[in-house]
């Protein structure tokens, strides 16, 4: 009876809800019994299954690094010629704009472009953490476009918001993200 207790296997009844036929009932004992030999080959099945699947995922996995790795190339070769091309590309009708950083998320540097009218007196660039509070603040010179650089090695890891104020108002608030 000791070495009964100190076994471990299944509750026959729940075992029967998923493979009914290898349980019997022993007509003696009045207990249900687990055919642990015949769950041999299903286990040997699940752990091939298992392998098929794996072996899929990390195919997925190998070919998806490797799309990142190409789109992350792509990222930093083009990351001057898009902040550039963004600028180039703000707004006509003469009102102050703020850019997406280029790139985001971000590790080493990310730019931000921006345009500010000639009518604007008072520029700056502010960073804030996600509790809003002010992290830097950039001031901005001179009107029209721009781009300023961020080095990450100014920041720590983490997402922040930073915002163009001209004049005292609020023009627009992105969102950017820097990677360890």
């Known amino acids: 009876m000791e070495d009964r207790l100190n076994q471990t296997g299944f509750i026959a009844q729940e075992f029967m809800t998923e493979f009914p036929e290898l349980v019997k009932l022993d007509k ?8 642990y030999i015949g769950l041999t ?11 098929k699947l794996l072996n899929q995922q990390s195919i997925k996995i190998t070919d998806l690094e490797s799309r990142i790795t190409n789109l992350e190339k792509i990222i930093n070769i083009d990351a001057k010629k898009s902040s550039t091309e963004t600028i180039d590309n703000l707004n006509q009708d003469d009102t102050p704009f703020l ?9 080493q540097q990310t730019d931000i472009a921006y345009y ?29 476009k721009g781009i ?20 005292g108002v609020e023009i627009d608030t992105k969102r950017m993200i820097l990677t360890e």
């Open 28 to 35: 003696e004992s009045g207990l249900y019994k687990i055919n």
């Open 41 to 51: 080959p299903v286990i040997v099945e699940s752990i091939k299954d298992q392998d």
């Open 99 to 107: 850019s997406q950083n280029i790139p985001n998320p971000f590790d």
């Open 116 to 144: 500010l009218t000639e009518s604007s007196l008072n520029a700056m660039i502010n960073i804030y953490n996600m509790n809003g509070n002010p992290i830097k603040s950039i001031n901005i010179a001179n009107s029209g």
């Open 148 to 167: 300023i650089t961020i080095k990450g090695s100014e920041l720590q890891a983490g997402m922040y918001l930073y915002s163009l104020i001209a004049d």
